[in-house]
């Protein structure tokens, strides 16, 4: 089993480049999240899908940011205009419904350097 | 929303001393309380996890705690050794919707 693949695993662009982080869940996971890690704001939820649509975006710090999941297996973020206080790791997680586990398997993480 | 509070933000231990790390939570619906290890450069991995009809689980030298009425769990690691040094999240959550996380506790196990 792969896993949860993200890329880039780095990024630095300049202020107002647009960034795209990448995503590819477990497949069968019906569950995506993506979560945003700084120092300051530890781990923030920034939205999370379930099979494909957005059931809560209000972790979404600007309308700059924008998340979407066309089919099952691929979800990207973006970040359009990129700033130099989006810069975090970015983790993508995924997960499986049920009573049984709610367990998240997350990415490696993309780290995002905003110059 | 759910909150979740988690003490202390660094642990150092002496290799083979117990380490304890506690969270409360806000949301009494909340009901999967799983425990994250996070190693230098990487996600977050699954440690342990507790659901709510359960007060107590083992795993060889980790173990989880859970009190329902005071809204509080504790992740215990006994006889730490010096790969045990990471950062814990704990979290709280309803089966697989999303997940809160506490800030995180740098933990330092000395050899």
């Known amino acids: 089993d792969a896993g949860v693949i993200q890329s880039p695993r780095h990024e630095v662009t300049e202020m107002g480049q647009e960034v795209t982080l990448r995503c590819k869940p477990i497949s069968g996971h019906d569950y995506l999240f993506w979560y945003r890690q700084t120092m300051m704001r530890g781990l923030e939820l920034l939205i999370y899908f379930n099979n494909n649509v957005p059931i809560d975006d209000s972790g979404m710090p600007e309308d700059r940011f924008s998340a979407k999941m066309p089919n099952a297996s691929f979800s990207t973020l973006k970040i359009q205009p990129s700033e130099p206080r989006d810069s975090a790791v970015y983790f993508c997680?995924?997960?499986?419904?049920?009573?049984?586990?709610?367990?998240?398997?997350f990415g490696e993480g993309s780290r995002l350097t905003v110059l | 929303g759910e909150n979740v509070e988690q003490h202390p933000s660094t642990l150092s231990v002496q290799e083979g001393d117990s380490a304890v790390i506690k969270c409360t939570y806000s949301?009494?619906?909340?009901?999967?309380f799983p425990w994250y290890k996070q190693e230098l450069g990487k996600g977050p991995q699954l440690i342990i996890d507790i659901r709510s009809n359960v007060g107590e689980k083992k795993d060889q030298r980790i173990a989880v705690t859970l009190n329902k009425t005071a809204k509080h769990f504790s992740l215990h690691i006994t006889e730490t050794q010096p790969e045990d040094s990471a950062v814990y999240f704990c979290a709280a959550s309803r089966n697989a919707g999303k997940s809160t996380f506490g800030d995180g506790t740098t933990l330092t196990v000395k050899p």
């Open positions: 949301d009494s619906a909340s009901n999967y």
């Open positions: 997680a995924s997960s499986l419904a049920g009573v049984v586990t709610g367990e998240l398997f």
